[in-house]
């Protein structure tokens, strides 16, 4: 590094951005090479350069700077604090579109770290720039660009009011259709830091018209382009169930269903939270989500997936499914996934937040379910504090069905109840009752445990009559 300073101030051009290329190469490769190009002193006479210097140093001297501002708040505080920022933002509109896209990506790389930073961005004027290089012509520095007002957005509902303000939502929005894959990605990501923060926020994305098109995108080769599309739809949904509906109207639910079918893994958990947000809102929401095949779909995420942290948000989903109504609480128990959400609570392999997922699921499940062939398996495997629920589930439903006493009689489901072991006076002893008050006294002893021994006591008992 010592020796590569001086060269920085060298009277060959050439020189000049070989050196500097080579301390970007240098602080881009970890954080103490990016320390050393602060501490050496490097960085005043790069912002110095910055403004003097051709369009060649420019680019490696803005280089340098995302390479030392990368890698943490404080290196990025470092950067600022030297003055680049003004620097940088006069380079976004500087003839070359080489330049423009190095500083962007300076100051991207900048205002990723945390809010202050990314208001010290916003302050040195540099929103309306990155507006305008989103609308020229090259691909490149239009990705970049939008990467940095995403990065601008994210950290708060004022930092993306400003991005909003500057005019750069419409631009964004036609964006959607564009071709280049990477472009989308960022234009989608941009759109989704935006719309997260707030309705108001929300429905200027829903108002620039990204509805339908933005479904599109879930079909696309590019998964990330998936990722980022299901992102935002989530964003949007997630606020009010008026936006919801807007996303279920522009058919939405059913594209968003389609995607988790042809896709896998990290890919697959912004949609199934976003399905998990619309069923949350209200009943026919909910509703909406089991017509166009949701449960299965999201079935098949809980049974496949093998990270823990999408088995959780699809027995999230699941739950916020099932917890309206006995017929939201079936269309989830037909598919058989209340003994895979019980196996999943159960398991010692499951992580904690899977683990309480799994839990609140059944429960939100259970508490509705009025589908008896799904309860009673739960009355073999589940553990007490999960079977409180189900034998409460058959308290409420057997007194008014002739057909399903009859049939949890034969199917043993009586004979299991008589062996459960209760506290007296307690919920689980309520639910126990008043089953037992659905059936004749003498059936009911028939099926208690120790009954064949006091018909036994009463043979041996027993003195037949003698002539």
Known sequence: MSLLRPLLLDVVPTIQQTAALALGRLANYNDDLAEAVVKGDI????????????RFYKKAAAFVLRAVGKHSPQLAQAIVDCGALDTLVICLEDFDPGVKEAAAWALGYIARHNAELSQAVVDAGAVPLLVLCIQEPEIALKRIAASALSDISKHSPELAQTVVDAGAIAHLAQMILNPDAKL???????LSQVAKHSVDLAEM??????????????????????????TLIREIAKHTPELSQLIVNAGGVAAVIDCLGSCKGNIRLPGIMMLGYVAAHSENLAMAVIISKG?????????????????????????????HTPEHARAVAVTNTLPVLLSLYMSAESSEDLQVKSKKAIKNILQKCTYLPA?????????????????????????????????FVTSGGLKKVQEIKAEPGSLLQEYINSINNCYPEEIVRYYSPGYSDTLLQRVDSYQPLTN
Do not use: M
């Not at 990204?210 to 590019?222: A, E, H, M, N, R």
């Open 43 to 54: 960085l005043p006479q790069l912002v110095y350069s910055l403004a003097e210097q051709n």
């Open 184 to 190: 989308k990605r960022q234009v989608l990501s941009a």
């Open 205 to 230: 994305v829903v108002e620039a018209e990204i509805f339908p098109v933005v479904l599109t995108c879930l079909k696309d080769k590019d998964e990330y382009v998936k990722k980022n599309a299901s």
């Open 295 to 323: 449960v299965p779909q999201l079935s098949v995420c809980l049974s496949e997936e093998p990270e823990d942290h999408i088995k959780a948000a699809a027995a999230w989903a699941l739950g916020q499914i099932g917890r």
């Open 375 to 407: 309860l009673e398996p739960f009355l073999y495997d589940a553990p007490p504090n999960i079977l409180k629920h189900v034998v409460g589930q058959f308290s409420k439903v057997l007194p008014h069905d002739s057909k399903a006493r009859r049939l």
